[in-house]
C-alpha cells in the first residue's frame, strides 16, 4: 500500500515561505526544535514582534502543547500581524 500524504495547511505555509516561531524557553528549544525555527521565548514575544518584519508575512508558532503559541498568536494578532497561526505543540507540527 503507497503512503498517502496529507494535504496539510501549516505544511504549505512553511513550504511558502513562513517564519516557524518556537515560544518555549531557550533550554526547551537547545533540547529540541523544529528544523530552522526561530526561538523567541513567550515572556520576549512583544518586545521582538518588531524583528519579524512584514505584518503580512506568514508566521507559524509552536510550543510544547499548544498553550503558549496560543497565547503569543494573540499578541501577534493585537500586534497587528496578519497571518498568524498556532500550530500547537512541537510534536503537532507537520512531518516532525
Known amino acids: 500500500m503507497a503512503d498517502t500524504i496529507l494535504d496539510d495547511p501549516i505544511m504549505r505555509m512553511i513550504d511558502g515561505g513562513a517564519k516557524v516561531i ?9 533540547d ?3 528544523p530552522n525555527a526561530i526561538n523567541i521565548p513567550l515572556n520576549l514575544i512583544q518586545a521582538k514582534a518588531a ?22 498568536a494573540r499578541m501577534l494578532s493585537m500586534a497587528g500581524f496578519k497571518n498568524v497561526v498556532n500550530a500547537g505543540g ?3 507540527m507537520p512531518g516532525y
Open 90 to 92: 512541537l510534536y503537532d
Open 51 to 72: 524583528e519579524l518584519g512584514d505584518k503580512s508575512a506568514p508566521l507559524v508558532l509552536y510550543c510544547a502543547s499548544g498553550s503558549r503559541s496560543a497565547f503569543a
Open 22 to 30: 518556537d515560544v518555549r524557553s531557550p533550554e526547551e528549544y537547545d
Open 32 to 34: 529540541e526544535h523544529y
